[in-house]
């Protein structure tokens, strides 16, 4: 009999303009190292991590688009049977934060019904940079009922918090399991505001 690695598999999605560090929050996320020279790949990508929550092993498929988020037409496949989708901008890109608008409507348009979203703020350790205040990303995270965080890829802020909050919320209505009800946060929080309840 074939062993048995995992208990649930969530497919997430990446999306947001180019730069704005959607790999490094990913490669941050699975390896836990930050590299200032990635080389652009074609096509799209996924990477693996396995974690656990509720006494589940719950695999967790990301996915990145690798360059061709610059046109705002990722094909549709990309968004097939996502449980999940993080969309990220920059802090230090204005331009970055008003194509939010344009990524929810692709959601809207390509994504299931059901499907989790949560906000990021990422490069949030270039402060001195900043143009996009957090009352912004709050606002517009408040205004469409999702999560929201600032993150850096860099320095390593609120990237676990924010995988495991979206794979906690997929979690939590997966069918078969009961509503987790209340979620208590243990965690001390350390700059990123988690909109919605628990985190
Ligand atoms: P993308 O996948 O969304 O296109 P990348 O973005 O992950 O390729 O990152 C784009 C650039 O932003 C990279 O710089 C990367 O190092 C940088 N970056 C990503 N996340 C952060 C972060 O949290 N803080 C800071 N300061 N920089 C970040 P280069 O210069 O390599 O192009
Ligand atoms: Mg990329």
Redesign the pocket.
Known sequence: MAKKTYDLLFKLLLI??????????L?RFSDDA?????ISTIGIDFKIKTVEMQGKKIKLQIW?TA?Q?RFHTITTSYYRGAMGIML?Y?ITNTKSFESISKWLRNIDEHASEEVERMLLG?????DDKRVVPTAKGEQIAAEHGIRFFE?????NVNIEKAFLCLAEDILSKTPGKEPAAEHVDISSGNGGAGWKKCC
């Open positions: 947001g303009d180019s730069a704005v560090g959607k790999t490094s929050v490669f930050f590299n200032t020279t990635f990145d360059g988020e990220v920059d990422n490069k949030c350790d270039m993150t850096s890829a860099k320095s």
